[in-house]
């Protein structure tokens, strides 16, 4: 079995790596970057994550720009 590198931590079979680049390319809506300790840490700081994420404006309307 071929593996690849993910991270720096991980290792995941080829076909595995490549769904996930393959759907990153589909639908990237941000990219951010979670260090790995624990896993109650990790989950944290990808909540806080998306929290960030949702609160930036998606567009704003060009009549606002007046």
Avoid at 15 to 30: D, G, T
Avoid at 36 to 60: D, F, H, T
Wanted: contains cysteine.
């Amino acid at each position: 079995m071929v593996f690849s590198k993910c991270a720096s931590y991980f290792y995941l079979p080829d076909e595995v790596w490549h769904f996930f680049i393959n759907a990153y390319k589909r639908v990237c809506l941000f990219i951010a970057t979670i260090q790995g300790g624990n896993l109650a840490e990790m989950a944290q700081q990808i909540k806080n994550v998306i929290a960030s994420e949702q609160e930036k404006p998606i567009w704003v309307p060009s009549s606002t720009l007046r």
